[in-house]
């Protein structure tokens, strides 16, 4: 769900911005700046990297290792509402200091902002600590300076300020542990608290494979939303950019019968076959990458070079995307009617 985390965040301030008034511009670079905070909690998937190198042999032994090693720590530390809201306090406080250059006594309070911010993810650090060991620590030290570095680009390429900053590591932080409500153990959201509001996976079906079949479904509804969402802000139409190779996606319909019934504990076989599927989109890239450098060296050069940039690889990903949905769908039918 890393992929669909980021989307749902992006689209929802980016829409909610234009809603608001907000230039297309600045929708953009608030959606933007929300998606990359709702990736952050994801940073305590590398310590899964360790079960890629546990010694097992070939590819699944590999995968089995990565996601044994990952619940151990993913989605307790990071993945808290008490967590997200303060180090959101924390990421705007940095977002002061770091914002602009300034004299005297602004300069003062920007740097005490920047270091209160510090002291309050120090505290958030600590915590873990004491109440996960060293392995708590090593996540919530990554996921501060990760959420900093975000906080940092946001507000020096994106042009947010401390308040901007605030709402969107808001949104991003707390919006993402209910994306993982349908796969897997719930996080743990009130961490550090011995409180756990929901210690069973939410379930949308009573079988197992219709269950992650609809999980599946609404990853790809969260990214068709936010292709929705852009593609309004930049002016463009969604339709123009799938092609009809797309339709090649049915022919995965197949695997229904071919392949053992997926489950989310047996989930990657599916997931890693059906995302290939979506190869078809960006098979003709190099072919346009050529094209693009040379509009780009053609005498036009500026704003039609970079629109023509951003067509040429929303193409191949739409297309993708929906040869991965006609596929997921096809599967699921044929899941069906056997």
């Known amino acids: ?33 929300a998606g990359a905070f709702a990736t952050v909690p994801d940073v305590d998937m590398l310590y899964a990297l360790t079960g890629l190198f546990s010694g097992v042999d070939g590819a699944f032994g590999a995968v089995n290792g990565f996601w044994s090693a990952s619940t151990l720590v993913h989605r307790v530390v990071t993945h808290s509402l008490v967590v997200g809201t303060a180090a959101a306090v924390a990421f705007a406080l940095w977002s002061r200091g770091v914002s602009r250059d300034r004299a005297g006594i602004g300069a003062l309070r920007t740097r005490s902002d920047a270091l209160s911010g510090l002291a309050v993810l120090g505290v958030l650090v600590a915590t873990a ?35 901007a900053v605030l709402a969107t590591a808001l949104l991003g932080l707390l919006s993402h542990p209910f994306g993982d409500l349908f796969t897997g153990e719930p996080p743990q959201l009130l961490y550090p608290l011995g409180v756990r509001p929901l210690t069973e996976r939410v379930l949308l079906s009573p079988d197992s494979t219709l269950h992650l079949l609809g999980a599946f479904g609404v990853e790809l509804a969260t990214i068709w939303l936010a292709a929705i969402v852009y593609c309004r802000l930049t002016d463009r139409s969604l339709r123009t950019h799938v092609r009809w190779r797309a339709a090649l996606g049915v022919a995965y319909a197949g695997a229904a019968l071919a392949l053992p019934a997926p489950t989310v504990d047996s989930s990657y076989r599916f997931v890693f076959s059906v995302l290939a599927v979506g190869a078809v989109g960006p098979a003709p890239l190099v072919r346009r990458a050529y094209r693009v450098r ?36 096809s599967f699921a039918l044929v899941y069906s009617l056997a």
């Open 1 to 33: 769900m890393f992929v669909g985390h980021a989307l749902l965040a992006f689209a929802l301030a980016a829409a909610g911005a234009r809603r608001l008034g907000r230039s297309r511009e600045r929708s953009l670079a608030l959606g933007f700046a």
């Open 129 to 163: 600590g004491f109440v996960s060991g060293s392995l708590g620590l090593a996540v919530m030290t990554a996921f501060a300076l990760v959420g900093l570095a975000v906080a940092t680009v946001a507000v020096r390429s994106g042009g947010l300020g401390p308040r």
């Open 294 to 329: 040379r509009v780009a060296r053609d005498g036009g050069h500026g704003e039609r070079s970079k629109h023509t940039l951003a067509d040429e690889v929303l193409t191949p990903v739409l297309t993708g995307l929906a040869a991965i949905t006609l596929a997921g769908v």
